[in-house]
């Protein structure tokens, strides 16, 4: 997910964004060919082609927008799309097994990672205390497991 619709903004069909990505501009369509970015200002009001005025913009609240994965720009070492940690298995430095991924959450000082533990509660670790990550699990501090 690059964004999502947060609400209208006008009477001609713009929509309001809040924007996960650093520039939306360099993609064109979203959600499968579903939405073409006709225009986007400021980075976070945005009009697409399909939707003609407010009573439609105000019908994708809501609505994520996301591109094919080959669409966004590659990682550097270190770097991570939030998608790509979902549904991990989880285990600590120790090699206990914690969990999986459920969400990666960020309230504005850096990532969190939302572990699910088999027993369905859920614990919370910064991204600091992840040590690393793979495609197959992801190792959390044994320090940070409660």
């Known amino acids: 997910m690059l ?6 903004h006008g009477i001609a069909g713009d929509v309001r964004l809040k924007v996960f990505a650093d520039d939306l ?10 939405l ?4 986007l200002r400021d980075g976070t009001i945005a009009r697409f082609a399909e939707i003609a005025d407010r009573t439609a913009a105000e019908g994708l609240r809501g609505t994520e927008l996301t591109v094919p994965r080959d669409a966004l720009p590659p990682l550097d070492d270190g770097e991570y799309y939030h998608a790509d940690l979902l549904g991990l298995a989880v285990v600590s430095t120790e090699g206990e097994p914690l969990g999986r991924v459920i969400a990666v ?7 969190v990672i939302d572990i699910e533990r088999p027993t369905g509660k859920t ?10 990550w793979d495609r197959e699990r992801l190792v959390v501090d044994a320090a940070f497991v409660d």
Request: glycine share 14%.
């Open 3 to 8: 964004a999502v619709v947060t609400g209208a």
């Open 25 to 34: 501009s360099r993609h064109r369509t979203f959600n499968g060919g579903a």
């Open 36 to 39: 073409t970015l006709a225009k």
């Open 105 to 111: 959450e960020n309230f504005g000082a850096g990532d």
């Open 123 to 132: 614990f919370m670790v910064p991204i600091h205390a992840v040590p690393e």
